[in-house]
């Protein structure tokens, strides 16, 4: 049986100058910082201004500066020894502190010792502060009984300062709502609260024929409702019913941002939306934040202590991480070296007359490449450089090539790691070949803007940038001279597109390349596993940019099969008679698009302008293959067509 657990919630209010000074002198800080801070913290004043009329000025004696941002370091360093406050009790005292909220909590099977353990250590919280020239807010401390299963559970009331303490069944703590059976119902509530009006709100930008675009709206659902949503969620194990609610609300509001009706799949309206259900994006969340646990050694300590709990919604979560990152990177505690001792490199992140390579034709790319490279490095050893993940994210490999020597070089990393490792892992091995040639000038040559910026960047000490810069100190001390200069990639270049083909084949090489030690790997591992499981994105993004509202939505209703056919308003108990008004078919949009023969002409010029000589299935015009630009193009050839047999208003 679960044990009963008593919870006490207060804030802190009020502040004294000399408590930062003394925690300061504490801790160790003394000199000119504390008359720095006595002067900043004293002789305060405050005025108020109403209607043109300027009160008197009024000192200052407690609080901190709002808005200065020495204010919370300033709490924090006297609220830190609130903890050691807590005199030892017959049950562990649990506390836990978020700005000037405080949270004690004790957990045990006897009333009479949880009564006396939390009474004892709300006493000593109390007098901690009242030394600290602080005080509680009465009005605002309650207290609440969690008791276990089958057990009853009826303590005596919590006293401060002589009086009872207010007791609760629910309480808000870190923006949950936590009741004292631990059911969620009452938080999914008041989530759902939390959300109506930026619902409200966000619907009444538009509609299927007006308003914002679909990318504002979408944008807007996801910042006002899903974040607040997503804050609460992966903490919380609604029952399936609650949790079904809000994937409702959640795709109601997908569905309002793509102008589609209620009567579309609701895996077609997740899909269209290119997002995830809310259950997915919360188990996303859980292991994105064990991976952040993970870099610590308390985090890592957690984690085992949560997963020892049975049934629990974060045990089974951690055994899922566990399965993701098997095995847990190794922690290192490296000392990194201070920036102004890191050395210089000499990097190049631009080309002249070359911003972007957009709308730029390749051999415009190539001259404008060529001509950099021999206007500031002419008679430089040439050497290429790529990285590559793959897809799946399953694999990463390097390569290098040396064309004037003919020397080149593929190899796949140990373990898969993001594009940037994979390129600086290219980068060293290059270095590293190019100290056994002659003391001479090199130029490296790489299409990671990335992986320069990184090495180039004083602050940057991760073990990938640290291995390329003592392959450069090395390089540097035989009497060789190498400059890092980035270029474009898949521009036709023949050192790239060379690096890039031996890159590519590593894939299928057995991994033997090491990978250097990255403390996010278990991060990495968690985004690749997420990508995996996740849908592919329905459209490009920027497929629909350019349209209007009504072209947009159309769009979404011809793909989700919710268009105002006339089988679909049969369907919706709009129509009696289904026929098209051309032949005695079942109007649909296949029919429409494929088999109507008044419409043949117009279709003609329709595949003519997707070009495709004969589609094999609706789908093939609808859910194109290909980059935005394609599927823009595709559209705008099928809105045009519908507009011209006169169906695009009525659809």
């Known amino acids: 049986a679960r044990k009963n657990t008593l919870l006490t919630r207060t804030w802190v209010l009020k502040f004294l100058v000399c408590t930062v000074l003394k925690r300061m002198t504490e801790i160790g800080l003394t000199g000119k910082i504390q008359k720095f801070l006595a002067n900043f913290l004293t002789g305060r004043k405050i005025q108020i201004r109403s209607e043109g009329t300027v009160s008197s000025p009024r000192v200052l004696h407690r609080g901190l500066p709002q808005g200065s941002v020495l204010s919370p370091v300033l709490f924090n360093i006297v609220m830190a020894t609130l903890p050691n406050a807590i005199p030892p009790t017959a049950l562990p005292v649990q506390v836990s502190i978020y700005a000037d909220d405080v949270c004690l909590w004790v957990a045990g099977i006897y009333t009479t010792q949880i009564h006396r353990s939390i009474q004892d250590a709300t006493q000593a919280v109390d007098e901690f502060l009242a030394e600290s020239g602080l005080s509680l807010s009465k009005s605002k401390t309650v207290w609440m009984p969690v008791r276990g299963n089958g057990r009853r559970f009826q303590p005596p009331s919590i006293v401060l300062a002589g009086e009872n303490v207010t007791k609760v069944t629910k309480q808000r703590f870190l923006g949950i709502v936590i009741t004292s059976r631990l059911r969620w119902a009452q938080a999914v509530k008041a989530t759902s609260e939390t959300c109506r009006p930026a619902m409200n709100a966000v ?273 540097e001390a035989r009497g060789s001279t190498a400059w890092l200069q980035w270029i474009p990639g898949h521009a036709g270049i023949e050192g790239n597109e060379q690096a890039d083909r031996l890159a590519a084949a590593a894939h299928l090489e057995i991994p033997a390349v090491p990978s250097p030690a990255n403390p996010q790997q278990a991060a990495l591992d968690v985004r690749w596993y997420l990508l995996n499981a996740s849908n592919e994105p329905a459209l490009p993004k920027g497929a629909l940019s350019g349209l209007s509202r009504a072209a947009e939505t159309l769009v979404r209703r011809l793909r989700t099969n919710t268009a105002n056919t006339k089988a679909f308003l049969v369907k919706m108990g709009k129509r009696r008679m289904s026929e098209c008004s051309q032949c005695d078919e079942e109007e649909t949009v296949h029919h429409i698009l494929r088999v109507c023969p008044a419409y043949e002409a117009q279709r003609t010029v329709l595949y003519e302008q997707i070009g495709m000589d004969n589609p094999g299935a609706t789908v093939d015009i609808l859910f194109p293959d290909g980059p935005r630009r394609k599927c823009q193009k595709v559209f705008k050839a099928v809105l045009r067509f519908l507009r011209d047999i006169g169906l695009i208003d009525r659809l």
Not at 380 to 385: A, C, D, N, P, S
């Open 203 to 475: 619907r009444r930008m538009t509609g299927t024929a007006w308003g914002c675009t679909e990318r504002t709206i979408t944008a807007a659902h996801t910042a006002l409702v899903t974040s607040r949503v997503m804050y609460r969620l992966p903490y919380m194990a609604p029952s399936r019913t609650d949790l079904e609610r809000m994937e409702q609300r959640h795709r109601h509001g997908l569905r309002t941002a793509l102008g589609i009706p209620n009567a579309a799949r609701n895996d077609a309206v997740l899909l269209e939306a290119g997002t995830e259900s809310l259950a997915r994006q919360a188990k996303g969340r859980r292991l994105h934040q064990l991976a952040r646990l993970s870099m610590t050694h308390p985090g890592r300590w957690f984690l085992h202590r949560v997963q020892a709990r049975m049934k629990s919604l974060w045990s089974e979560a951690v055994e899922e991480f566990h399965n993701v990152t098997d095995p847990l990177p190794t922690r290192t505690d490296e000392a990194r070296m201070a920036p102004w001792d890191v050395i210089k490199v000499s990097s190049d992140v631009r080309i002249k007359h070359l911003r972007s390579k957009k709308d730029r034709p390749g051999i415009a790319i190539r001259a404008a490449v060529e001509a950099h490279l021999e206007e500031h490095h002419r008679g430089k050893l040439r050497i290429y450089t790529d990285g590559s993940v793959n897809k799946a994210r399953t694999s990463s490999t390097a390569a290098y090539c040396i064309p004037e020597k003919g020397w080149e070089w593929g190899g796949r990393l140990q373990t898969p790691t993001s594009s940037t490792v994979a390129e600086l892992v290219a980068i060293d091995k290059a270095l590293q070949a190019a100290t056994l040639l002659p003391p001479q000038g090199m130029v490296v040559l790489t299409d990671s803007r990335c992986a320069l910026q990184k090495i180039a960047n004083a602050e940057c000490g991760d073990p990938a940038t640290t291995a390329v810069r003592k392959s450069l100190a090395s390089l």
